[in-house]
């Protein structure tokens, strides 16, 4: 066995050694918050936005888990101030959810 050789099989098995002391990760929930607008008033009229936005959402649900707990919004929904209440107020009390299980269960 030459040098080179017994180099490589120290360092697969250090490898290995560092590897299997790495946790697995716990994953949390998936979530999904769309928006869809096809009606701008200062802008072309889009086609597909709203449906798109609701088919990513139906898709990411059905193929990969997610939930969906907040309504999705759509074009005069979609003002600026919904938006800013979806991330600030709606999602931040959802997550909250996770925040507390995760203490409960430490």
Do not use: C
Not at 41 to 66: M, R, S
Not at 69 to 98: C, F, G
């Amino acid at each position: 066995m030459t040098n080179s050789t017994n180099e490589n099989s120290d360092l697969e098995r250090k490898l290995v050694a560092v590897v299997t002391e790495i946790e697995p990760v716990q994953q949390g929930r998936s979530l999904v918050v769309v928006i869809g607008i096809n009606e701008y008033v200062h802008w072309q009229k889009l086609k597909n936005a709203v449906q798109d936005a609701i088919g990513l959402q139906q898709t990411l649900i059905n193929k990969l888990g997610f939930s969906a707990p907040i309504s999705p919004l759509s074009n005069e929904a979609a003002t600026k101030l919904a938006i800013t209440s979806v991330i600030e107020d709606q999602l931040r009390d959802e997550l909250q959810e996770d925040v507390k299980i995760a203490k409960y269960l430490k």
